[in-house]
């Protein structure tokens, strides 16, 4: 919203000719200017707007899944989970590293077995976990790999601070998303979390 002082004349000119602009020169003020557009606030306006399921449950799934368990109440970020966002539209509809095409060439899951494949620096941005190896694209495991160098660099030279502000940075990265996409991504992801409430389907985080 925008304001304007008292008296403003800025339209006429003034003995010394200045133009019209000096004369609204200081005259316009911000009084409530939005707050800048965050990944967090972007979370939270998925939960009051998505129509899947309740809002107290999409509520629950941002609190429980995208922060940390001991620290969900500050509301600090879990990078892992936070990734999946950038990581399943990398995936896309390829097949993952642990899928194999049956005699109807469908691609079907298939968790042991392939890692031999992926190499040992891919292998180790999710720990060496077949199970989640196999989840994941080589595509998307060197996105990951590369977010996991940027932990450990800024980290070394930075100590927390630098960590922190390394990955405020990746946070930055995912929200200028288009929010069509981030919204169908966690409509996605809020409803296999939601499966896996009932024992259906086994969660397994990024690392």
Same mark, same amino acid.
Request: overall charge neutral.
């Given at each position: 919203?925008?304001?304007?002082?008292?008296?403003?004349?800025?339209?006429?000119?003034?003995?010394?000719?200045?133009?019209?602009?000096?004369?609204? %020169?200081? =005259?316009?003020?911000?009084? *409530?200017?939005?707050?800048? !557009?965050? #990944?967090?606030?972007?979370?939270?306006?998925?939960? +009051?707007?998505?129509?899947?399921?309740?809002?107290?449950?999409?509520?629950?799934?941002?609190?429980?899944?995208?922060?940390?368990?001991?620290?969900? %109440?500050? =509301?600090?970020?879990?990078? *892992?989970?936070?990734?999946? !966002?950038? #990581?399943?539209?990398?995936?896309?509809?390829?097949? +993952?590293?642990?899928?194999?095409?049956?005699?109807?060439?469908?691609?079907?899951?298939?968790?042991?077995?392939?890692?031999?494949?992926?190499?040992?620096?891919?292998?180790?941005?999710?720990?060496?976990?077949?199970?989640?190896?196999?989840?994941?694209?080589?595509?998307?495991?060197?996105?990951?790999?590369?977010?996991?160098?940027?932990?450990?660099?800024?980290?070394?030279?930075?100590?927390?601070?630098?960590?922190?502000?390394?990955?405020?940075?990746?946070?930055?990265?995912?929200?200028?998303?288009?929010?069509?996409?981030?919204?169908?991504?966690?409509?996605?992801?809020?409803?296999?979390?939601?499966?896996?409430?009932?024992?259906?389907?086994?969660?397994?985080?990024?690392?």
């Amino acid at each position: 919203m925008f304001g304007f002082g008292r008296g403003s004349d800025g339209l006429r000119r003034d003995e010394n000719g200045a133009g019209a602009s000096k004369g609204w %020169e200081g =005259k316009i003020h911000v009084v *409530d200017p939005d707050p800048a !557009l965050t #990944l967090q606030s972007t979370l939270e306006q998925w939960a +009051t707007n998505s129509m899947v399921a309740q809002q107290k449950d999409r509520e629950l799934f941002l609190k429980s899944y995208f922060y940390l368990p001991d620290k969900a %109440e500050e =509301k600090e970020p879990n990078m *892992d989970h936070i990734m999946e !966002l950038l #990581l399943k539209p990398i995936r896309g509809s390829y097949p +993952t590293i642990g899928s194999h095409r049956d005699q109807d060439h469908h691609f079907r899951p298939f968790y042991y077995g392939h890692t031999s494949q992926v190499h040992p620096i891919l292998q180790a941005a999710v720990n060496s976990d077949p199970n989640l190896i196999a989840q994941q694209t080589h595509q998307s495991l060197a996105v990951l790999a590369i977010f996991r160098a940027l932990q450990g660099v800024a980290a070394k030279y930075g100590g927390d601070e630098g960590l922190k502000e390394a990955e405020s940075r990746v946070r930055e990265v995912i929200k200028s998303l288009p929010t069509q996409m981030l919204n169908k991504h966690l409509d996605q992801m809020f409803q296999k979390w939601n499966t896996s409430k009932s024992g259906s389907f086994q969660f397994k985080p990024v690392r």
